[in-house]
């Protein structure tokens, strides 16, 4: 296998480069769109340095699995981008988005019980609402973040618009939910 391999690749402007060793070496495959299989290009994801935009890199293939929100910048070692471990196979380009924000969240499934919404970031939902469970939830504006923890930290959860009826929808297994954050593109 030669040390690069390419998908989507425009021969003007690589937009991110996933690399097997930490700090930007060895092998290294490199993409400008959706890829929902990596894993016949490289063994292992030590590094990442993102050219432009915003991305979603997933542990698994068919964007499952871990999920990691990755803005332009250099990414050394797996740990940078909360990592849990060194395995990528699938990545999603973020597109574009200079709207307005709107989600609404829901205490059951299938949109039931109490709710309220937002349209801004929320780094404690506990603290600001009382809660941590949230089992459904509708995307109306924008993209978010969801994250386990307080602080946006722990796993995180992409979303896009659309709407949500249960936690397993957003690739959770409970409907704890710490905090969230709109995915904003950086100038």
Sequence with gaps: ????????VSPVFILIIFFE???FQGRHFECDGDCPEMQNYFGRCNSIRVENGCWVAYEKPNYAGYQYMLH????????RWAGF???IRSCRMVPPYNGSYRMKLF???DFGGQNVELNEDCPDLNERFHTRDISSLNVMEGYWMLHEQPNYRGRQYFLSPGEYRRHSEWGSANSTIGSLRRVTQPN
């Design 1 to 8: 296998m030669p040390r690069s391999a390419r998908c989507n």
């Design 21 to 23: 060793d930490r700090n």
């Design 72 to 79: 332009k910048g250099d990414y050394p070692d797996y740990q």
């Design 85 to 87: 471990n060194d395995c």
């Design 107 to 109: 205490e059951r499934s």
